[in-house]
């Protein structure tokens, strides 16, 4: 069974940081890039960062470069988002995805993460 779960989340006060993991099973995640979306409210969820297979490259959106990092650790099964800086406008539902060069995808189900005084 393929599972991705996510983890981490929780409320944040501006320039705080938190740390974002998502576990999978059920696949050979090394043969997967990863990324993370997030999607705020009422907003189109959108991509934030991403990761290759081997973890040699990354890719972030514009909103989030310098202040989040991707990792991953193909032994532990296991992607991060380390994200520092936090703005209001990070405040979103986080979800980890799984794509083969096939197009086999999966997702998790989200964390919320909440960026508040």
């Known amino acids: 069974q393929v599972q991705l779960v996510e983890s981490g989340g929780g409320l944040v006060q501006p320039g705080g940081s938190l740390r974002l993991s998502c576990a999978a099973s059920?696949?050979?995640?090394?043969?997967?890039?990863m990324k993370w979306y997030r999607q705020a409210p009422g907003k189109e969820r959108e991509l934030v960062a991403g990761?290759?297979?081997?973890?040699?490259?990354?890719n972030y959106a514009n909103p989030v470069k310098g202040r989040f990092t991707i990792s991953r650790d193909n032994a532990k099964n296991t992607v991060y988002l380390q994200m520092n800086s936090l703005k209001a406008e990070d405040t979103a539902v986080y979800y980890c995805?799984?794509?083969?060069?096939?197009?086999?995808?999966?997702w998790g189900k989200g964390t919320l993460v909440t960026v508040s005084s």
């Open positions: 995805n799984a794509r083969h060069i096939n197009g086999l995808e999966f």
């Open positions: 059920g696949f050979a995640f090394s043969d997967y890039a």
């Open positions: 990761i290759t297979s081997g973890g040699g490259f990354t």
